[in-house]
């Protein structure tokens, strides 16, 4: 895998697949946890580290476990779940002997996380990208890691939009119909349309 390929996944996962404004996924903290920047930014963070985390776990679980046995179909989803709950649990675990604080900081976050249905997309799409024809690519674990890790800063870059947009609106004059979810979820589409712009950067790299 050469740097033009890892230049192009991280780009891409970034704006031009991100998650939230190109998937859809994560609306839920999306729009939930936005209100302030503190934690919209606290769970981006939390976002980053355990879906890095978990593209290395759920890569070598499909490589060595899930593909030579014949059990991708069967079991992806739910082996995929089970890893992401399995490390998320054990995160907090070490987070909360070894780094109080650190747990205090990110441990309102991180049961959120298991339920984030970006964490699985993740994990799930990097199987799609990264094995062709039933047989894994060359780097793919890399691969895998960097997507994870972009995915990540994705969806902390739309969640840091979306709070410091939210926050000017609170001093805005808004219609009271629009105040709240509804002039949140306006403001989403819009996010959404602008960064439909960043759609030729892959091909222009």
């Known amino acids: 895998m050469d740097f033009g390929q890892i230049f192009a996944i991280i780009i891409g996962m970034i ?10 996924l994560g ?3 999306y729009m939930g946890l936005t209100k302030e920047m503190s934690s919209a930014i606290g769970m981006g963070m939390a976002v980053v580290f355990v879906m ?8 070598p679980v499909y490589r060595y476990f899930l593909d030579p046995f014949g059990l991708e179909r069967i079991l992806r989803t739910a082996s995929f779940i ?5 490390l998320v649990q054990f ?3 070490v987070l909360q002997k070894v780094n109080p604080a650190l747990y205090k900081a990110m441990g309102i976050y991180l049961p959120i996380i298991t339920t984030n249905c ?14 062709k024809d039933g047989k894994p690519l060359s780097g793919g674990f890399l691969g895998s890691t960097i997507q994870g890790f972009s995915a990540g800063i994705g969806f902390t ?3 840091v939009l979306m709070a410091s947009v939210r926050e000017r609106m609170e001093m805005a004059n808004i ?8 002039i949140a979820f306006i403001t989403a589409g819009l996010m959404s349309m602008a960064f439909l712009g960043f759609s030729g950067l892959i091909k222009m790299t």
């Not at 089970?82 to 399995?86: C, D, E, F, S």
């Open 175 to 182: 219609p009271k119909p629009l105040r709240g979810i509804p």
């Open 91 to 93: 995160i907090e675990m």
């Open 118 to 131: 970006t964490i699985l997309g993740v994990a799930v799409l990097n199987i799609d990208t990264f094995y």
């Open 27 to 29: 609306l839920c903290p």
């Open 52 to 59: 890095t985390l978990a593209s290395m776990a759920t890569w």
């Open 15 to 24: 704006f031009v697949n991100n998650f939230v404004f190109a998937r859809f």
């Open 82 to 86: 089970l890893v992401i709950a399995a």
């Open 157 to 159: 870059l739309a969640m």
